[in-house]
C-alpha cells in the first residue's frame, strides 16, 4: 500500500501569509494527488486534482505542484475562509489512501 | 443540485452489522466511480472502500477486507455499505463520495462531491 505523509501536521499563520504543506509519497505516484480541505463539521471539499490543476470554482490562490514522490501545496495569501484542516490523497491506485492532515491555525 | 445523502448509521454492539446507504441525486449515477470514507470524530480522513460504476471491481482497506461489502444499485441511484462484524475501531462518520470523472475506467480519480455523513457507533 502507498503511505502518505503531510507537514507539519499543524502551522500557524497569519491573514495574508504565503503558507505551504509538504504531502510524500511512500512510492512514485506520478501526479496522481489530490488535495481537499476540510472544516469541523463539514464535507471535504476538493481543491487539486492530479498534483495541479485547480478544481472548478477553487480560488486561483491555492496552487498544487509535484509529481513522482514529493507534493507541496500552497495558498499564496491566506484568507479568513482558509483556516482549514487539508488533506492530500493519492489517487494512482484503485486503494486510496489519505496523508494524516495539516490544521491552520490562526496564528 | 448534485447531492449524496447517507443514511443509516447507529449504535450497534461489537460483532453486530449495520447497513449504509447513500442516495444520489443531481447527476448521472451510473456513470462514476463512488467510495466511501471514514472519519473518527477529531481525526482523519481514512478510505475504506471504492466501487466501479458498473459494479464489477471492487477494493477496500485491509482492515475491513472479508468484513464489509460495498455495492450499487444503478437502478435506484444507490450505494450501499454492508458492514458485518463490526469492531469497536470501525465507530467513525462513514461519508460516501462521488470521483471527479465522468465515464472513467481506471478509477485513478478524485472524489469532487461529498454527502455529510452517517455516525457508527459500535459499543456494549
Known amino acids: 500500500d502507498i503511505h502518505m505523509t503531510q507537514s507539519p501536521s499543524t502551522l500557524s499563520a497569519s491573514v495574508g501569509d504565503r503558507v505551504t504543506i509538504t504531502c510524500r509519497a511512500s512510492?512514485?505516484?506520478?501526479?496522481?494527488l489530490a488535495w481537499y480541505q476540510q472544516k469541523p463539521g463539514k464535507a471535504p471539499k476538493l481543491l487539486i486534482y492530479?498534483?495541479?490543476n485547480l478544481q472548478s470554482g477553487v480560488p486561483s490562490r491555492f496552487r498544487g505542484t509535484g509529481s513522482g514522490t514529493e507534493f507541496t501545496l500552497t495558498i499564496s495569501s491566506l484568507q479568513p475562509d482558509d483556516f482549514a484542516t487539508y488533506y492530500c490523497?493519492?489517487?494512482?491506485?484503485?486503494?486510496?489512501?489519505f496523508g494524516g492532515g495539516t490544521k491552520v491555525e490562526i496564528k | 443540485e448534485v447531492q449524496l445523502v447517507e443514511s443509516g448509521g447507529g449504535l450497534v454492539q461489537p460483532g453486530g452489522s449495520l447497513r449504509l446507504s447513500c442516495a444520489a441525486s443531481?447527476?448521472?449515477?451510473?456513470?462514476?466511480?463512488m467510495t466511501w470514507v471514514r472519519q473518527v470524530p477529531g481525526k482523519g480522513l481514512e478510505w475504506v472502500a471504492n466501487?466501479?460504476?458498473?459494479?464489477?471491481?471492487?477494493y477496500y482497506v485491509d482492515s475491513v477486507k472479508g468484513r464489509f461489502t460495498i455495492s450499487r444499485d444503478n437502478a435506484k441511484d444507490s450505494l450501499y455499505l454492508q458492514m458485518n462484524s463490526l469492531r469497536a475501531e470501525d465507530t467513525a462518520v462513514y461519508s460516501c463520495?462521488?470521483?471527479?470523472?465522468?465515464?472513467?475506467?481506471?478509477?485513478?480519480?478524485?472524489?469532487?462531491?461529498w454527502g455529510q455523513g452517517t455516525m457508527v457507533t459500535v459499543s456494549s
Open positions: 463520495a462521488r470521483a471527479r470523472r465522468y465515464n472513467d475506467n481506471s478509477g485513478r480519480d478524485a472524489y469532487a462531491v
Open positions: 443531481g447527476f448521472t449515477f451510473s456513470r462514476f466511480w
Open positions: 466501487i466501479r460504476p458498473d459494479g464489477s471491481e471492487k
Open positions: 512510492q512514485s505516484i506520478s501526479h496522481w
Open positions: 492530479e498534483a495541479s
Open positions: 490523497q493519492q489517487h494512482e491506485s484503485n486503494t486510496l489512501t
